[in-house]
């Protein structure tokens, strides 16, 4: 794997020790890695480049870290982002772009090095890709690319944002392979990716495309623990 990082403060001495902990994390891993650092908030916005893990400032200069992370996430979605602060105001709104977790300054090493543990965790499971067939083509898409997998007939579907595939294995199967925490199988006939879940009630949720998957009446219980457990993990 590689990772591609951004660290965004307006203190030089939080990008040195950030950059410093990564940089000592990926040559721990033998993980080839990447980082562009910025103490502007604007640069980091507009900085070209996909980013897999972010470590932003929640306050800098005139620019929110919020801002920086919504930016990334148009770029990549699944951005695995932490937010450096002193400042829990900002969590609820935090919450809402899955931050993987918040840093205290002054920032203690090994709660950061458990944190980057943590997310390359995340990042390295939704690297995993496979090849589906569309419009009779083999195509290869990445795990985090799946809203949800149905049962069709004699087959399954895999949807994604663009296209519908499909697939001569089972749901068991594909339950095996999606083994990102982000997966669940909330009824028999269903497989669904939470990261495009956009309301949840207790018999079903609806993703973000206005697909309505049901919760099986004996799965309620246990998918609620998944979906709480789930969000707590991507704080």
């Given at each position: 794997m590689v990772i591609n990082a951004l660290i965004c403060d307006d203190e030089q001495k939080y990008i040195e020790q950030i950059q410093k902990c990564l940089s000592d994390y990926c040559y721990d891993h033998s993980i080839t890695y990447h980082i562009?650092?910025?103490a502007n908030g604007m640069l980091a916005i507009h900085s070209p480049n996909?980013?897999?893990i972010a470590f932003l400032d929640i306050e800098i200069d005139n620019v929110s870290g919020l801002d920086i992370a919504k930016?990334?996430?148009e770029k990549n979605k699944n951005v695995v982002?932490?937010?450096i602060t002193a400042y829990e105001k900002y969590i609820d709104d935090a919450m809402d772009l899955f931050a993987l977790r918040f840093i205290k300054k002054p920032i203690d090493n090994m709660r950061l090095y458990g944190g980057i543990d943590k997310a390359v965790e995340l990042i390295n499971e939704d690297e995993i890709s496979f090849f589906l067939k569309f419009s009779?083509?083999?195509?290869k898409i990445r795990a985090n690319e799946i809203m949800y997998i149905e049962i069709g007939d004699h087959k399954t579907i895999i949807f994604t944002e663009n296209n519908n595939y499909e697939s001569s294995e089972n749901l068991d199967y594909w339950e095996h392979k999606l083994t990102n925490v982000c997966f669940s199988r909330p009824h028999k006939s269903f497989i669904l990716n939470m990261e495009y879940v956009?309301?949840?009630k207790r018999n079903e949720?609806?993703?973000k495309n206005g697909k309505i998957i049901p919760i099986a009446y004996r799965n309620q219980?246990?998918?609620r623990k998944i979906f709480w457990d789930y969000l707590k993990r991507r704080k």
């Open positions: 562009d650092t910025f996909a980013y897999n930016s990334l996430k982002v932490f937010f009779g083509t083999a195509v956009d309301k949840y949720v609806t993703l219980k246990d998918f």
